[in-house]
């Protein structure tokens, strides 16, 4: 049973949420075009103050590792770890769309049936995302990687399987699986802080921490530079 911080900066999303065992207390976020710079430590203080605790009494720092914008992950990262070593707090990183997965298991529970497999995607760019496939119990059976959209794409476990696609990088998919009866998209749908809750509290309770030292984000993919807008 802890009180944690949860940060999420892994795609446009800036979100923060505060949780004391597994409960959500205060959430702040905002899904602009990558604002976490100015936000993120304001969006702390805030879901703090909300809830009326102090810094020092946070038993844990859970950052969203990834994938996801190289930019964003290494502002979360840098930012728990910060808190992490000036505290003197263990540090929790979640994989980014397992988290996402959990999200869509607790809000969308009407839609799912026990052979129901989750798709989140995050947009990578083209016709390319970073993905994974969940079961109905969040267990990965489809390892994250970064995948182009084409004709073939999923279409073993759509066989099978409703195959539900959600996040940013879902409307790719669209047009190349339309017409097919087992293939669900969910639309606005993000990472979330308040999706890190259960997941964070479980890490916790196993103590599974990071070494603050030497934690990198899972970039999955080497950083390649791109021209500013109106270049």
Known sequence: MALILNLETATTACSVSLARDGKLLALKELNADYTHAENLT??????????????????????????????????????????????DKPLIALNTLRSMALGILTSRKDMITSS???CPMIDARRMEVY????????????ETAAEIIEENSFLELLKDHQLIFFG??????????????????????????KDMITASEEVFSKNMFEDVA?????????FVAGKKKGE
């Open 131 to 142: 993905c994974a496939v969940f079961d109905a119990a969040c267990k990965e059976i489809k």
């Open 116 to 118: 129901s497999l989750l």
């Open 168 to 193: 940013d990088g879902a409307a790719k998919c669209k047009t190349t699986f339309e017409g097919n009866a087992n293939a669900v998209f969910i639309d606005n749908i993000y990472p979330s802080a």
């Open 42 to 87: 304001i969006f702390i203080e805030d879901v703090l103050k909300e809830a009326g605790c102090e810094l020092h009494s946070l038993d844990a720092i859970a950052v969203s590792k990834g994938p996801g914008s190289y930019t964003g992950l290494r502002i979360g990262v840098s930012t728990a770890k910060g808190l992490c070593y000036s505290l």
């Open 214 to 222: 030497y934690f990198e984000p899972f970039y999955l993919k080497d």
